[in-house]
């Protein structure tokens, strides 16, 4: 059996030079790299009682429901501003050139429900600091974040300092 780092393309210089783009479209492609990525980050939450996993737009989508439904629990998902039909709480975040606004149904935690949020990537940060300010607004608690991969290099994790982190795959690089 491979090891889910060898599912993981590995594109040099792209989007600009020096970059090291890290493609999960590979994993996303292959049924055991897919098998192993949704088992290994679902094994990241064993020991942790969670009532939620919210998954952010669009990759978190992809990890985070079936680990909700492995775990026969609900999902929540963390769409971009403007996606979601019913009222929503929302929550402006930086980018490297800008801001972006993710959004939460108001109705999607319960105050006192315990929420894993899942994603494939942690960078900088932004995404995830802006879901668990947005889960925490409505008055659930972020038990762990879990991530496909973390590109240590970008410091995101310090932004998420005080929580459970979690990342099957680290990239010491940005």
């Known amino acids: 059996m491979k090891k889910l780092e ?3 393309r590995s594109i040099p210089d792209f989007p600009e030079p020096g970059i090291i783009f890290r493609d999960i479209t590979t994993v996303l492609q292959d049924a055991d790299g897919l098998h192993l990525a949704i088992q290994s980050m679902q094994d990241c939450l064993k020991d942790t009682e969670v009532d939620v996993i919210a998954g952010t737009e669009s990759r978190g989508f992809i990890f985070g ?23 929503t709480v929302s929550q402006e975040y930086d980018l490297e050139y800008g801001t972006a606004t993710i959004e939460m149904h108001k109705d999607s ?28 607004e409505l008055g659930g608690e972020v038990v762990k974040v879990v991530f496909l991969m973390e590109l240590a290099g970008l410091k995101g994790r310090e932004k998420l300092a005080g929580y459970d982190v979690a990342s099957v795959i680290k990239y010491e690089g940005k």
């Open 109 to 136: 935690i319960k105050p006192g429900q315990k929420v894993a949020i899942v994603d494939d990537l942690i960078a900088t940060g932004g995404t995830v600091e802006a879901a668990i300010k947005l889960v925490e």
């Open 6 to 8: 060898e599912y993981v």
């Open 65 to 87: 429901v079936p680990i909700a439904y492995n775990l026969h629990k609900p999902f929540v998902p963390i769409r971009k501003k403007g996606k979601l039909p019913c009222e």
